[in-house]
Each structure stands twice: as C-alpha cells, then as structure tokens.
C-alpha cells in the first residue's frame, strides 16, 4: 500500500525533479559545446598544406598558399599554362586596388571573385567601354580590370591594366593561377 501524500510533499518532488533535470541539461550543453570546441586539436597534424598538395572537396581544387585556401574549377595539371606565359601581371597589380570585371559567363566571374576578392581593396562588375547594362563604364587606363569572354579560341593578352581572357573556365583558372603564383611550372 502506498502512503498518501501532502500537496508540499509533492511539491518538493516535483521541484527535486526539475532541478536534477536541469541540471543533466546544462551539463550535457557544456559537455557538448567544449567537445565542439575541442574537436579540432587532436586533429591539428591533418591540415593540409601547399607541401602537401591540392585536393578534391567534391566541387574545388582547393590549394593552400601563405596560410589562405584558393579554390578552383580546374587543377593545374589540367589547365595549360601555354596561353598564359606571356601574362606579366601578379598578385602585387591586383593587391589592395579596385578590380573591375566585365564577364559574360557567372562562373568565371565567381572564381575571380573568390580568387582575387580577398587581395583587393574592392571587386565589382563594369563594362569594358560602352554597354547597355546598369553598371558603370571602363577603359584600361585607371584601376585594373579583367574581361573574360566565353569562347572556343582560347587566348589571354594584356593592355594597360586590363587582361583580356577569351576561351573557356580553364583559361581563366590559368590565369588565376599564374597571378597567385601557384603550381605554374
């Protein structure tokens, strides 16, 4: 038979019980968050570094260069760095200064934005002389500028500050590459 009990004998129950119960939870939010937090220091020798080579994530090359990561469509082995061998820009032209470009593919224009964005004081679109679109209008004579067109014929030259890319996303991740310094052979 069970005794009956008082309305304050269940009370101090009820609380005895939240309290405990709290108390389980917050530990196993500590518990959980410095487990997070200390994930990464055991695994501190699995970083990879340029000496280690680029990889695959799945969607990138991802290489590391002076302690950033530089993602890119194509690897090095890949591209051919035939077109770009005349190309005397490198990341010093670009480092600090405002980058214009004028692209007519959304995927180059991603690779040099993610590329280049964290070197420049700031990126944003244009239009190499005269367009219909609402961004502003440059020639090669102020701040750099890079004008890629998607075509079959692949070449790259340079005119002042601008470097002209015509072919496809292989020839602007050359491009890339040579300007970073990376793997150019």
């Given at each position: 038979?069970?005794?009956?009990?008082?309305?304050s004998?269940?009370?101090?129950?009820?609380?005895?019980?939240?309290?405990?119960?709290?108390?389980v939870?917050?530990?196993?939010?500590l518990?959980?968050?410095a487990?997070?937090a200390?994930?990464?220091?055991?695994?501190?020798g699995?970083?990879?570094s340029?000496?280690?080579?680029?990889?695959?994530?799945?969607?990138?090359?991802?290489?590391?260069?002076?302690?950033?990561?530089?993602?890119?469509?194509n690897?090095?082995?890949e591209?051919?760095?035939?077109a770009?061998?005349?190309?005397?820009?490198?990341?010093?032209d670009?480092?600090?200064?405002?980058i214009?470009?004028?692209?007519?593919?959304?995927a180059?224009?991603?690779?040099?934005?993610?590329?280049?964005?964290?070197?420049?004081?700031?990126?944003?679109?244009?239009?190499?002389?005269s367009?219909?679109?609402?961004?502003?209008?440059?020639?090669?004579?102020a701040?750099?500028?890079?004008?890629?067109?998607?075509?079959?014929?692949?070449?790259v030259?340079?005119?002042?500050?601008?470097?002209?890319?015509?072919?496809?996303?292989?020839?602007?991740?050359?491009?890339?590459?040579?300007?970073?310094?990376?793997?150019?052979?």
């Open positions: 038979m069970q005794k009956i009990k008082t309305a004998t269940l009370a101090l129950a009820e609380q005895r019980r939240r309290r405990v119960g709290g108390i939870i917050i530990t196993l939010l518990l959980s968050t487990g997070f200390l994930n990464g220091v055991g695994n501190s699995n970083n990879v340029q000496d280690d080579g680029p990889f695959y994530n799945g969607q990138y090359w991802i290489y590391n260069l002076a302690g950033q990561q530089y993602s890119f469509t690897s090095a082995e591209v051919d760095f035939g770009v061998s005349g190309l005397q820009k490198n990341l010093a670009f480092s600090g200064n405002q214009y470009i004028d692209s007519n593919s959304n180059a224009l991603q690779e040099i934005y993610l590329n280049l964005g964290r070197h420049a004081g700031r990126i944003g679109e244009a239009c190499y002389g367009c219909e679109k609402d961004l502003p209008e440059k020639t090669c004579s701040e750099p500028m890079i004008v890629v067109r998607i075509s079959e014929q692949q070449s030259r340079e005119e002042q500050n601008c470097i002209f890319i015509d072919g496809d996303l292989k020839i602007v991740d050359a491009v890339l590459y040579k300007i970073l310094g990376i793997n150019t052979n």
